[in-house]
């Protein structure tokens, strides 16, 4: 399955969208979870160790599911990196096989130790449902009631609601489904009607709301929150080149695709990612003045893409040395305010050295199964042992079932 708008991460859009209407039948019950949640989780939480318990137990009875040894180098880069820290410090880890079917399901296990179980990546305690945090336009409304800031938006369904609501928010705007990741058919710099036409249509190919934000200034950062702590923070810079006023933009990304951080398109195996041109990198080179045959002058940075996931190639720089104390404490009120001991928050604000009190700034997004990897493998700066973080807290004796003799 190909499509221009999903990019390097194609998905089923009639899947994603039937998922996402579905899910919206949910809605009261997400919000009575994330009142009831913070004072009841610890109940909550035991009820759900008891569920996963008698479900594994009927499921391995049934001979439905059954445990296989892992193969670390197999897995995607973000899970490997737990596995692998996992197994050095002494635990077998083995890896859920459902009706023939390998799920990102893990179990930890030493000796007559608790067993440890978790699905793509350690998450620890989270008092309210992940689908809130995942839902682009609930996440805000509870930021924002929380006085974090965030972007102006509009949640619509009909192009009539987005006009009314480019109106109201201004432009230029960000188009992108209420839910999902990747980028997966967002739209940036929608700066007329015909251009939000065109970012509406696309985003509702995979869910039936559509969320029109402000586009903020500023730089793309992803803080990575684990249990209370900052424990990453980097930017996000769109795929570029940079210029040696000798070789053309086509020749330099000839070499930037060499390097051997860089692997294939798609292959999750790899953090890093070639980048391969669009009809949207000639647009955004023209608007740098430039074509595929145009020789950058010696240092010039051309940037190739206006989207900075790993996918699309970006480049990531470490940052977390230099966060601005009240930057850092915020990002750690907006893990608490959701709830989550695990937490990827894409922030934008125009400096990161400064506080965030001086600045027009604000949360876009949050993800509760971050993309880990970026910060062990930055392309400038230091690599920080997320994973190590995450493995301390899967590792806790509380709240797993020990082994039966």
């Known amino acids: ?103 990102h399901i893990f179990r930890a296990s030493r000796e007559a130790a608790a067993h440890r179980y978790w699905e793509v990546l350690p998450r620890g305690n ?8 995942d839902d682009k336009a609930l996440v805000k409304h509870c930021l924002a009631q929380a006085g974090i800031p965030v972007p102006h938006w509009r949640v619509v369904r009909t192009v009539r609601d987005a006009r009314r609501a480019a109106q109201a928010i201004r432009y230029p705007l960000v188009v992108k489904p209420r839910s999902g990741s990747l980028s997966r058919h ?10 939000l036409v065109t970012a509406f249509r696309s985003a509702q190919m995979l869910d039936w709301k559509v969320l029109l934000e402000e586009q903020l200034p500023g730089a793309v950062y992803r803080a990575t929150i684990v249990a209370g702590r900052c424990a990453a923070v980097c930017r996000r810079l769109p795929p570029s080149v940079t210029g040696d006023g000798k070789r053309t933009i086509a020749e330099l990304l000839v070499e930037r695709n060499a390097d051997a951080r860089r692997g294939a398109r798609g ?43 790993l996918g699309y190639g970006c480049d990531i720089e470490d940052v977390t040395d230099v966060v601005h104390a009240e930057t850092r404490e915020l990002f750690v009120r907006i893990a608490e305010t959701l709830g989550a001991d695990l ?56 709240g797993h079932e020990r082994r039966r003799g």
């Open 186 to 195: 967002t739209t940036v710099g929608v700066c007329d009607e015909g251009a």
């Open 343 to 398: 937490v990827g928050i894409d922030f934008i604000i125009p400096e990161i050295r400064q506080s965030w009190r001086a600045q027009r700034c604000g949360v876009i997004e949050c993800n509760t199964l971050p993309s880990i990897d970026m910060h062990h493998a930055p392309t400038h700066g230091t690599p920080r042992d997320v994973a190590g973080a995450l493995v301390d807290i899967l590792l806790r004796d509380q």
């Open 126 to 133: 989270t008092r309210i449902r992940e689908s809130i945090i």
């Open 1 to 103: 399955m190909s499509c221009d708008a999903c990019g390097p991460s194609p998905t089923n859009h009639r899947v994603d969208w039937f998922v996402n209407y579905t899910t919206d039948v949910l809605d009261i019950v997400d919000r009575f979870g994330y009142r009831v949640g913070r004072s009841g989780g610890a109940r909550a939480r035991a009820m759900a160790v008891a569920v996963r318990r008698a479900l594994l137990w009927m499921g391995e009875r049934l001979r439905v599911l059954h445990w296989e040894s892992t193969d670390a180098s197999a897995l995607p880069s973000r899970i490997r990196l737990v596995v692998e820290r996992v197994q050095i410090r002494g635990w077998r880890v083995e890896r859920l096989r459902c009706l023939g079917q390998r799920m």
């Open 267 to 309: 292959d999750v195996r790899s953090t890093h990612h070639q980048f391969h041109g669009d009809e949207t990198t000639i647009e955004i080179l023209r608007t740098q003045g430039k074509m595929w045959s145009s020789v950058p002058a010696a240092g010039e940075r051309v940037d190739l893409h206006e989207k900075v996931t």
